[in-house]
């Protein structure tokens, strides 16, 4: 069995609106960060997973995004994984 560290990103999908990436791009703002726009806040989960393939383990990732990870109805998610 083949051992993956698997990094999952989640965020908001692009059509809804983002509060907390306002609130974080109107902060820098203020502080004189000037050219920043089109801010998003998400989370990063990260953990490890054994699985015979890299495509049994994708597949099992996604799963558990799906399920557990993101809200599908307002969130999106990639997925990035490497063997180790």
């Keep these: ?3 993956f560290l698997v990094r999952v990103l ?5 059509e809804l609106f983002d509060p907390q990436g306002q609130a974080v791009e ?10 920043v ?4 806040v998400g989370k990063l989960i990260k953990f490890k997973l054994k ?5 049994q383990a994708r597949e099992r990732v996604s799963e558990i995004a799906q399920k ?7 969130e999106q998610y990639s997925i990035e994984m490497e063997e180790l």
């Design 1 to 3: 069995m083949k051992e």
């Design 10 to 14: 989640v965020e908001p999908k692009p």
């Design 26 to 35: 109107r902060a820098m703002l203020e502080l004189g960060l000037k050219n």
């Design 37 to 40: 726009s089109g801010t998003r």
């Design 51 to 55: 699985a015979v393939s890299a495509q």
């Design 68 to 74: 557990f990870l993101a809200n599908p109805v307002i």
